[in-house]
């Protein structure tokens, strides 16, 4: 049984800070300052939850360089493009040069869904099984899942707030079993 890969999808509401949509290649490339490159990674971490240039795709899934260029110019891997013009003035007041090359980045989420597609086919293919699999991951990886989001993302309000809640929550017990002395004292 197959399923659909899980892609991101960008809202109408956001088509504009993103640019345009290349179908083919399943890449959006926006254009703008130099300056403005801070604030789209912001929205686009923002929303996306987690992003990594290409080149660091290869810590989520086991493939080679080539392998992973070659899934995201065939468009089977979403890509965010920023072209940055130079700004008007740089440094002292001396005209800045334009990058050459575009800032690229990969959602985690892709690169993760990814890596499940190929470690679900080594295991039907008997190059390793779930066991393996399992192992490669470090003993404390366990013990840290409850403080992650699903999508190992958290915004610091998100987290201020799941604190409280646990505080609260330590408070709650206490009270109850400050209680339960009480009336244990009573008897």
């Known amino acids: 049984m197959t399923t659909a890969f899980p892609y991101v999808t960008v809202p109408e509401e956001l088509e504009a800070v993103f640019g345009d949509f290349d179908e083919e290649t399943r890449s959006y490339h926006a254009h703008g300052e130099e300056s403005q490159r801070g604030y789209w990674y912001d929205v686009l971490t923002s929303y996306f939850g987690g992003v990594i240039p290409p080149s660091e795709v290869g810590m989520f899934v086991p493939v080679s360089r080539p392998a992973i260029h070659n899934r995201i110019n065939s468009g089977r891997l979403t890509t965010f493009h920023f072209h940055s013009t130079p700004a008007t003035k740089g440094l002292f007041f001396n005209k800045k040069e334009a990058r050459d ?83 244990y004292e009573q008897i």
Not at 105 to 111: A, Q, T
Not at 148 to 162: A, K, V
Not at 170 to 177: D, G, M
Request: net charge negative; glycine share 4%.
């Open 101 to 183: 090359s575009a800032y690229v980045y990969v959602p985690i989420r892709e690169c993760k869904a990814w890596a499940g597609v190929v470690k679900d086919k080594m295991k039907r293919l008997g190059h390793a099984t779930v066991e393996s699999i399992e192992a490669e991951k470090p003993e404390w990886f366990y013990n840290v899942q409850q403080f992650l989001d699903p999508d190992g993302f958290r915004s610091e309000f998100e987290q201020e707030e799941q604190e409280q809640a646990v505080r609260n929550e330590l408070e709650r017990k206490e009270y109850e079993a400050e209680k339960r002395r009480e009336a």
